[in-house]
Nanobody
Framework: QVQLVESGGGLVQTGDSLRLSCAASEFTITGMGWFRQAPGQERKFVAGINWGSGTTYYADSMKGRFTISRDNAKNTMYLQMNSLKPEDTAVYYC???????????????????WGQGTQVTVSS
């Protein structure tokens, strides 16, 4: 059983920054991703990273403000979020990507283990 634990969420104001972390219990990883879900909305892809190469992938709306990274030695993934806006308010989840779907990232169907989520709230 793979355990994923997110941390770093909180209540911030518009324009602030946060860095989320996701620690994994195992190193059988091909890729990892961040998703977010606002109340009453579908869970949406934010960013993904190929664990071996470090190649990153972003939803179009996140480019330029969010940066995904990883530390292989720590089995940890990060999401640096800058210039936060109220529309970024959501529960943020980290997830492990399944093997065999190399070129695709955005569907939650492609991920098999999920963290519990961490709340990010951005006030005006």
């Amino acid at each position: 059983q793979v355990q994923l634990v997110e941390s770093g969420g909180g209540l911030v104001q518009t324009g602030d920054s946060l860095r989320l972390s996701c620690a994994a219990s195992e190193f059988t990883i091909t890729g990892m991703g961040w998703f977010r879900q606002a109340p009453g909305q579908e869970r949406k892809f934010v960013a993904g990273i190929n664990w071996g190469s470090g190649t990153t992938y972003y939803a179009d709306s996140m480019k330029g403000r969010f940066t995904i990274s990883r530390d292989n030695a720590k089995n940890t993934m990060y999401l640096q979020m800058n210039s936060l806006k109220p529309e970024d308010t959501a529960v943020y989840y980290c997830a492990r990507k399944k093997r065999g779907y190399g070129g695709t990232w955005q569907s939650e169907y492609l991920y098999d283990y999920w963290g519990q989520g961490t709340q990010v709230t951005v006030s005006s």
